[in-house]
């Protein structure tokens, strides 16, 4: 007996069926080629949460639900069929008009059914209101009270501000963009579309790359040709001049800065990157606010308010106390951590720079004003959040106000805000501290925190090891990071806007008796240039004369020795440094996480040195490193040959190996491999039956890898030559990917 609807795996008649024990089922009349069976009725509709189809189940109180289980759609069966039944059975024979008698029905009965015809395009409407609803009550559903229970923990005695924070998270849902939800939906059903090994990120700012926001629309066929598909813009928003702090001094969390744009332009480029299949991600400042902020205008009038905001002190009592046991991040640029304001005659908390207000997160308004800020961002297209200087939002006297558990309660509320109203958008945590400190801010597999966090210490020591040629470090490093759960996501980068710290472990190196002082002054002077025979070209930031620290700028190209050998017109050294960041790129490209490019170190461009001709860069050095890109140089991309020619044709090939085969996906197995050499780096990936043998020399001179794999031959992703994994001759700061054939 025919059902009277089409299967929706191949769109057959479905044929109404029993079997031998006389339970009715459904299925294809092209079975078994089609395979479709179901125990409910297909009602030839697709889900508008998932797309997949729906099913009439239940017979007493029918329901129409998604055939997939994981989706949860259901909802009443359509209205019109009702009524039509009803309008069957009520015919009118003597014993229905007794029972309308004995009934006695209200007239409001016989006004509803004109209303049902009515305008046939509202009820679709509401229709898909309705399901909009059910998606995002049982998105909350699902996390309410674990979010209420961390929230009242903050916030004791504050029912209010929860419940306004519920309403507004769904009336921000509601203002969700359509093409924005059918994403989050898509993400949603494939929760780790992130840990494909075919993801290539790039850094830049706005203005260096392309002008303005639209400039940079324009340039996004450059962006695909260079194989990226995640585009990390720097600062963009709203932040004084002069006092910005690279825009990390936000003075309005709703603007872009005028020359870069208008929200608008974020939006439209946004949309173009969708379109392309690139995911945007910015920046957003949760510690502080600029002092021209109109909250902190506000507070600065006297408003109490918004004095609550931040940490306000009639006199040095309390502040004092802080600096017993917090640290200083500047203690020669901005020392200390608070500011005497002389308009107020107050002191304000600064951790960072005397115009960065830190915001008081003990306040349940500034805790939702600022996830409202987040989510205005979300809801212009962006799909990663950065979280900037996750560590520091917490303040508690008699701590060092980093890490605390108040934190972490926090960045679990951001997780499960933005899985209720935005599931697609991903948190990336910016910690830069040691691998214990780091790790927490993952969460559990059960309660997780950020999406991703930045491999900042293997960047680190991937630079210790260029300068020291010993790769030990860097191996126990890795080490340490595979023992970790796959879940866990880095973003890996070997350079980045911001300068090179050289917070090594000390307390392992000191086996070796290194000196903790005397190592950090050989780092500086060798990436200064300053070393004999060193290749690197960099300069110096926040050098403190008195213990001797200090952090390094310079672009990838410049510290590994393209700009020296290019300026002494030395072929042969240009060759070798070429390879040498083609190497350094390999490795960050093997190790298991996201990698991500900063601009320009595509076609190896060097130090921009004009900064130190501006008035409002040469007290930074960072700006070394944040030059304008040069697109005379990119015009030289397919130009063998020349620096930009190489460097973005060897990196292209990387790229393109590594997004070809699952040993380079984040789930793949690695460990280290003994190479009996220090200076040579060697690991082993394995993936769905695929073995990689990575090796990676950080010596000026050839060298022997003499490991030992008695597995057979072994061809070269890179080079494509055949050998075999057993006492491998490397080329000087060369590398290898052998692929067991």
């Known amino acids: 007996e025919e059902a009277g609807v089409n299967c929706p795996e191949c769109g057959g008649k479905v044929l109404i069926k029993k079997t031998k024990k006389g339970r009715t089922y459904f299925g294809c009349e092209n079975n078994p080629e089609c395979g479709f069976m179901s125990w409910n009725k297909p009602t030839g509709e697709k889900c508008p949460v998932c797309g997949s189809f729906l099913e009439e189940k239940g017979k007493k109180n029918p329901k129409i639900v998604c055939s997939n289980e994981k989706c949860g759609y259901m909802r009443e069966p359509e209205p019109e069929k009702e009524e ?27 006004e509803e059914k004109p209303e049902v015809k009515e305008e046939p395009i509202k009820t679709e409407k509401a229709e898909n209101t309705k399901v909009q609803e059910q998606e995002f009550e049982r998105r909350m559903a699902r996390h309410y009270d674990e979010l209420k229970w961390l929230y009242c923990e903050l916030y004791e005695n504050r029912m209010d501000m929860f419940e306004d924070l519920c309403k507004n998270l769904k009336n921000i849902y509601a203002d969700r963009k359509a093409d924005l939800k059918k994403q989050d939906r898509v993400r949603e059903q494939d929760p780790e579309w992130y840990k494909k090994n075919d993801i290539l990120g790039m850094m830049m700012y706005v203005n260096a790359f392309a002008g303005n926001l639209k400039g940079v629309k324009e340039k996004l066929d450059y962006v695909q040709e260079s194989n990226v598909n995640y585009l990390h813009l720097m600062p963009l928003l709203e932040s004084p001049e002069g006092k910005s702090d690279g825009g990390y001094a936000v003075s309005d969390f709703r603007k872009v800065q005028p020359e870069l744009g208008t929200m608008e332009d974020l939006e439209s480029l946004a949309d173009e990157c969708r379109k392309k299949g690139i995911s945007l991600c910015m920046d957003f400042v949760m510690n502080h606010t600029s002092e021209e902020h109109e909250w902190a205008k506000r507070a600065r009038a006297g408003e109490r308010e918004y004095m609550d905001r931040y940490y306000f002190y009639d006199n040095y009592d309390v502040p004092s106390q802080f600096e017993q046991t917090v640290p200083q991040v500047f203690p020669t640029t901005a020392p200390g951590n608070f500011t005497w304001l002389d308009d107020m005659k107050k002191f304000v908390m600064t951790t960072f720079y005397p115009y960065q207000w830190d915001l008081n997160y003990w306040n349940p308004v500034v ?71 780091v790790v927490p801010y993952f969460g559990s597999v059960e309660k997780p925190e950020c999406h991703m966090l930045y491999n900042v210490t293997t960047m680190a020591t991937t630079w210790n090891t260029v300068a020291t040629r010993d790769a030990r470090l860097l191996r126990q490093q890795m080490d340490i990071i595979n023992r970790l759960p796959k879940d866990y996501v880095f973003l890996n980068y070997l350079r980045c806007h911001d300068d090179i710290g050289w917070g090594l472990d000390y307390g392992w190196l000191g086996q070796f008796g290194i000196n903790e002082v005397a190592h950090k002054k050989y780092l500086s002077d060798f990436f200064t240039g300053k070393y004999e025979n060193s290749f690197a070209r960099g300069e110096l930031y926040n050098a403190d ?21 290019a300026y002494e017109k030395d072929e042969e050294a240009t060759k070798r440094a070429i390879r040498y960041d083609l190497t350094l790129h390999a490795y960050m490209l093997t190790q298991s996480g996201i990698p991500v490019i900063y601009s320009g170190d595509e076609i190896g461009q060097e130090n921009d040195y004009t900064y130190h001709e501006d008035p409002k860069k040469w007290g930074d050095s960072r700006y070394l490193h944040r030059g304008d890109f040069q697109w005379d140089k990119a015009e030289l991309r397919h130009t063998k040959g020349t620096i930009p020619g190489e460097m973005f044709e060897g990196l292209s090939k990387l790229e393109t190996i590594r997004k070809s085969h699952p040993v380079f996906e984040s789930t793949a197995d690695c460990r280290t491999v003994d190479t009996w050499d220090d200076s040579i780096l060697g690991l082993i990936k394995e993936k769905n039956g695929e073995k990689l043998v990575a090796l990676f020399n950080f010596s000026e001179y050839d060298k022997v890898a003499w490991i030992n794999e008695e597995d057979g031959m072994y061809e070269d992703l890179i080079s494509g030559r055949q050998m075999e994994a057993r006492g491998v001759q490397i080329p000087a700061f060369g590398c290898y990917w052998l692929l067991k054939k």
Do not use: F
Request: some cysteine.
């Open 84 to 110: 039509k039944m009803s309008e069957i059975k009520e015919e009118p024979t003597e014993e229905t008009e007794k029972k309308k008698v004995e009934v006695k029905p209200e007239p409001v009965k016989k």
């Open 367 to 437: 805790m939702n004003e600022m996830v409202y800020n987040m989510l205005n961002l979300t809801n212009k297209g962006i799909d990663v959040i950065r979280i900037d200087a996750v560590p520091y939002i917490w303040k508690q006297l008699g701590t060092n106000c980093r890490n605390l558990p108040q934190v972490h309660n926090i960045v679990r509320m951001m997780r499960m805000i933005c899985e209720i109203v935005c599931p697609g958008v991903l948190l990336l945590g910016e910690v830069v501290m040691e691998p214990e400190k």
């Open 545 to 565: 004369p008195a213990s001797g620290d200090a952090r390094q700028c310079g672009t990838t190209a410049s510290l590994c020795g393209i700009e020296k050998a």
